[in-house]
């Protein structure tokens, strides 16, 4: 499916499971707001029970830069994956389906992957419904229990960050394709961002934020569809066992011990292909995780 189309610039994903009328309002501004680039719009249906989906087939089916596409019910790192590989952009931008993107967004985020050492690409981050809130800009882990923080703007230039969640990426698609694919291994929602984050550091590449973008995003409670809480457990142990050297493992498993289902993840872990990656990650790397690590000074 996936090969580079001529005039197509970028290709935006937009995973989407149950996002109602918030997906339409999505598709509209990324076609109201990108223009300086030829792109195409690709909506993941990840197992819709509502008629987000049909919203927008309705109001944007003759629009030529729109296209659906069916997943398979697995979680918003997977249906990006799924929708990347339909994509026919250099570029491949996923965005989550119930965000403002402002004018100009698209050129801006694309623009640092002019950079051959840049692999990822980030914006900030603003509350849909409180924008007076502020903006996070990149976001790390606090504790040894993997948990996110965001982090606070620091130039009006393009700067590393450790870490980005998944609502808003760009990356070349070759390079997508070759090694910043999202861990397929994941259960559903949690950690995918971060863990493609440290996985292109940890390859060589740079992860960068480009402040001049502030993506509006809606921060839910929670997702409009059913989360078992050990999935989002599974999830942060099975990016510490690829990536991380067995101490900090240790510690990241101590951390969590008291979460539940942790004995059960610990054994569908076991009994996973978690191992297997974890080898093959560790001979393609050009960084171990101290490096990150102490690159950062995160304290896990």
Known sequence: MNGVMAGVDA???IPSRNEGGYLAYTVHWVLAHSAGLEFEIIV??????????????????HDGRVRVVHGERQGPGCARNHGARHARGRYVVFVDGHCYTPPGWLN????????PNVALVGCGFADLSRPD?????????????????WLAKQSDDVYPVPLLPGGCQALRTDDFLSFGEYDRGMRHIGSEGEEQSL??????????VQPKVVLHHLFRDKPPYAVMPGELIYNRLRLALIHFNMTRVA??????????SFSANVLSLVDSDAMEQRAAWQRKRARDDDWFFQRFSIPV
């Open 11 to 13: 290709s935006v994903v």
């Open 44 to 61: 993941v249906d990840d197992g819709s029970t509502d008629d987000s989906i049909r919203q927008v087939q309705h109001q944007y089916g």
């Open 108 to 115: 801006e985020l694309v623009e640092p992957l002019s950079d």
């Open 133 to 149: 809130r502020g903006a996070g800009v990149g976001c790390t882990w606090g504790t040894s229990a993997l948990d996110m923080v």
């Open 199 to 208: 996985r292109c550091w940890l390859m060589g590449y740079e992860v960068v």
């Open 251 to 260: 510690r990241v498993m101590d951390a969590l011990k008291f979460a539940p």
